[in-house]
Nanobody, 121 residues
Framework: QLQASGGGLVQAGGSLRLSCAAS????????MGWFRQAPGKEREFVAA????????YYADSVKGRFDISRDNAKNKGYLQMNALKPEDTAVYYC????????????????WGQGTQVTVSS
């Protein structure tokens, strides 16, 4: 089970840190990804990290502004979001999979509920 939290309302240029808490499985066995879905738009990839945290992947739209990380000892993953823009407004979801890491959301087996991020201009 995955539980995302940390969303909220922030002004453009501000920062938020999302958390994804995992339970019920050995978190360190799973790669983790963050995805987002804005109203009227399809879900899109944001960032992903391998089980060890050694390799990370980012969508071009967030590269240099967002940072994905994980703490396997705490069974948690994180998405630090800086220099937020109004176009980052969306519901953000964390996902995990034992065999896949990367931008294809269809290949992730486990999903958390979303957390709303709203960036005002």
């Amino acid at each position: 089970q995955l539980q995302a939290s940390g969303g909220g309302l922030v002004q453009a240029g501000g920062s938020l840190r999302l958390s994804c808490a995992a339970s019920g499985r050995t978190f360190s066995d799973y790669a983790m990804g963050w995805f987002r879905q804005a109203p009227g738009k399809e879900r899109e990839f944001v960032a992903a990290i391998t089980w060890s945290g050694g390799t990370t992947y980012y969508a071009d739209s967030v590269k240099g502004r967002f940072d994905i990380s994980r703490d396997n000892a705490k069974n948690k993953g994180y998405l630090q979001m800086n220099a937020l823009k109004p176009e980052d407004t969306a519901v953000y979801y964390c996902a995990a999979d034992k065999a896949h890491v990367g931008p294809d959301g269809m290949l992730y087996e486990y999903w958390g509920q979303g957390t709303q991020v709203t960036v005002s201009s």
